[in-house]
């Protein structure tokens, strides 16, 4: 296993570690802890909760986590274009784009499909 971590499945940032992420147990509102990883820009995460697995040490349950995210995140990459044409990864907004609003990203997004498709495209 590494604690390396690979790009956001989703968006492609940056993903963090979280070894005393906080949660509240539905069945009697405790709060209790769990190892998590979660993107920094979009907030996609995963979650192990202490109380699910007791048996494990905090580090062996982030190791787990590492290797679920890593997983998943080889697993966007490996199908990205894999059916030939455009997948969501293809359409992830610059940073720019994105702080201009809602009309530039709907601008960009349509000039992508273009780039990516053809003129029949729009």
């Known amino acids: 296993m590494t604690d390396k971590l690979l790009p956001c ?3 492609g940032g940056d993903p963090e570690q979280d070894y005393q992420r906080s949660f509240r147990w539905l069945k ?7 190892a998590a990883i979660y993107c920094t820009f979009c907030n996609a995460d995963m979650i192990m909760c202490r109380g699910d697995h007791p048996e494990l040490s905090d580090e062996e349950r982030m190791a787990i986590m590492v290797e679920n995210w890593n997983r998943r995140a080889d697993h966007a990459r ?9 997948t969501y990864l293809d359409f992830i907004t610059p940073d720019e784009i994105f702080e201009k609003g809602p009309d530039a990203v ?17």
Request: with cysteine; charged share 20%.
């Open 9 to 11: 499945p989703f968006c």
């Open 28 to 34: 009697d509102g405790r709060l209790d802890h769990g």
């Open 78 to 86: 490996q199908t990205t274009g894999s059916a030939g044409g455009p």
């Open 106 to 122: 709907k601008k960009w997004q349509a000039a992508k499909l273009v780039e990516l498709l053809g003129p029949s495209a729009a």
